[in-house]
């Protein structure tokens, strides 16, 4: 099960990467957020993937899930969904001053 939420981490640093090199604003923006999913998965899978197995440990209980990752990644969905958001409202007011969302018309290089 690893090896398969590496593969899918690995393809979504991928996808996002690719996005993060577009010159359209709003594909910069999706390829943020598919960095932050593919983090998300990344860190899940680094705290090992026990199921059925309770989050505290206890005097009984042999084996436990580590709540870090959990906690981490809670955090991590916040702060990207914040950012996202923030980065949506400000690629829609420069499109509304600018009337473009390509990024070297908005740098003022004209395409030639």
Do not use: W
């Amino acid at each position: 099960m690893e090896i398969l939420m590496c593969i899918l981490a690995g393809s979504l640093f991928t996808a996002g990467v690719y996005l993060l090199l577009q010159k359209e604003m709003l594909r910069i923006i999706l390829g943020t957020a598919l960095l932050s999913h593919g983090a998300h998965l990344f860190i899940l899978t680094m705290g090992k993937l026990n199921r059925g197995a309770p989050p505290v440990l206890e005097k009984t209980i042999k084996t436990y899930t580590d709540p870090l990752p959990q906690a981490l990644i809670l955090t991590s969905i916040v702060i990207s969904f914040g950012v996202t958001s923030f980065l949506l409202v400000l690629a829609y007011r420069a499109y509304q001053t600018n009337q473009t969302d390509k990024m070297d018309e908005l740098k003022g290089l004209e395409d030639e």
